[in-house]
């Protein structure tokens, strides 16, 4: 239909005209029209209200998006500030807008290769257009386009951010895999997703979903039984789940006595790090979550089943590169010395103060004489990752990877774990010869787009025996 007139459409009435009539005049003519509509309609009834409702039904009938089924929700939201979101965005305040500001239309949001081990930069891109959309879209959906979740802690992320998101996503589309890890793993509501309707949880063993929320709102004097209590309850329902996946194995395995030991203390040691240095004064917050899953991946050019082991542990608050430089002062000499040194490498100096927090003894608490005992947590769940963990390679091999704030370190390769030195310290330096005196690798160790709001530490690793391996260890 071609350019019409305004006065060729004048109508007996609002219902005589159509969408196809309405879309055929240009801006100005229909600004025309539904003036003098309005104004028949205020003369006729005397109601300039009834006159302002049939205007906007005129409007409303021209559109020629969509029109988004806003929740109440949505409507009555006003802004939140939200530090977690502010770190992805930091114009975030700034730049949110009121739902009746916002632009027509919707922009999704894919999730692909979403992995902070895998691929660091693009999952945080991806991060930061979610939160750009919730800043300005009136509606988006977020697309998790991967076969499987290849990294469980995006996920955790992605369900702290959603707390304080304007409420406008649409949905999405989402594996049929995805969906079962999330269910299984209980994130399903924490990232306020509805319903999947009946899974199978074949193929899966999930370590569930734990967490501290709320930071800052605890009196640790007066609670500290019942946070310890659940900090080891934690760390014994992970030793639970992670015997429960060896025994799925054929031959079926179990941790032993020393590796039960070893895996509680590394989670509730992280856990209470969480705590410790999640926020000033303490009271910081964390959640965890982590699963098995059996999968087909090739090795030797054949197609054969794994089981990948996913184990994620994320506190919300100060970053490595901020607590170490509360350690006492010989720690913090040592850190300004080698951060100097390699402040030209290509990363950041806040990036050069993590990898140096990793080694063991570097503690923000006071380490004193020559064989600290300790400051070895990350050192500890790195080490506990490879002795589970066994070779597989096709990039399946064992790898650990550490987020906080805007820096991303990731043990794999010639840099899975930490080298032990004559004084029995574990240090990895991710250069060729493990010196402090070298640069780390722009591979391993890098800067991110944007900052991660605390530190996530995430691993994957196979526990299945290997074809070559056949011994009884």
Not at 83 to 103: C, F, G, H, Q, Y
Not at 346 to 367: H, K, N, P, W, Y
């Amino acid at each position: 239909m071609g350019s019409r007139h305004w006065t060729d459409l004048w109508p007996e009435g609002v219902s005589a005209l159509s969408k196809q009539e309405l879309q055929s005049l240009d801006e100005s003519d229909f600004r025309k029209l539904a003036s003098m509509v309005a104004r028949r309609e205020q003369k006729t009834t005397g109601s300039q209200n009834h006159a302002n409702r049939i205007k906007r039904k005129l409007k409303l009938k021209r559109r020629t998006e969509k029109r988004i089924p806003f929740s109440k929700k949505a409507l009555i939201y006003r802004y939140l500030d939200c530090p977690n979101l502010a770190s992805i965005k930091p114009t975030r305040e700034r730049d949110w807008r009121p739902l009746s500001k916002r632009k027509s239309k919707t922009s999704d949001v894919d999730c692909v290769n979403f992995s902070f081990i895998d691929d660091p930069i693009t999952t945080m891109r991806t991060f930061e257009r979610i939160v750009d959309a919730e800043c300005n879209s009136k509606g988006f959906q977020i697309n998790f386009t991967d076969n499987y979740v290849l990294d469980i802690g995006p996920y955790l992320l992605l369900g702290a951010l959603r707390e304080k998101m304007t409420p406008l996503i649409l949905g999405g589309k989402i594996s049929a895999s995805t969906k079962k890890v999330l269910e299984a793993v209980q994130l399903r509501s924490f990232l306020q997703m509805g319903s999947f309707g009946r899974i199978k949880s074949t193929d899966v063993w999930p370590l569930p979903m734990r967490d501290r929320r709320g930071a800052g709102t605890s009196n640790p004097s007066s609670n500290i039984a019942v946070q310890a209590s659940r900090v080891e309850r934690v760390g014994d329902q992970t030793v639970h789940s992670v015997n429960g996946w060896l025994q799925n194995l054929e031959p079926s395995e179990e941790l032993t006595k020393y590796g039960a030991t070893s895996l509680k203390t590394v989670v509730t040691e992280a856990l209470n790090n969480a705590e410790r240095h999640g926020r000033l004064g303490g009271d910081g917050e964390w959640v965890t979550a982590g699963f098995m899953a059996r999968r087909m991946a090739p090795k030797n050019g054949r197609m054969v089943p794994v089981h990948i082991c996913n184990i994620g542990l994320m506190n919300l608050g100060r970053h490595i590169s901020k607590t170490i430089r509360e350690a006492p002062s010989s720690v913090r000499d040592q850190l300004e010395r080698y951060v100097a040194r390699h402040s030209g490498s290509g990363v950041s100096d806040e990036t050069l103060a993590t990898v140096f927090s990793l080694q063991d003894g570097i503690s923000r608490v006071d380490q004193s004489g020559p064989s600290p005992t300790g400051g070895t947590g990350m050192m500890d769940i790195v080490e506990f990752a490879n002795a589970v963990g066994v070779p597989h390679g096709e990039g399946l091999d064992t790898r650990v990877a550490i987020v906080s704030g805007h820096s991303y370190i990731r043990f794999s390769g010639p840099y899975r774990e930490g080298r032990v030195t004559a004084s029995g310290r574990r240090l990895q330096w991710f250069n060729a010869g493990n010196e402090v005196k070298e640069p780390p690798s722009n591979e391993h160790v890098m800067d991110l787009p944007c900052a991660f709001p605390g530190t996530l530490v995430t691993l994957r690793f196979i526990i299945d025996q290997s074809d070559e391996d056949e011994s009884d260890d």
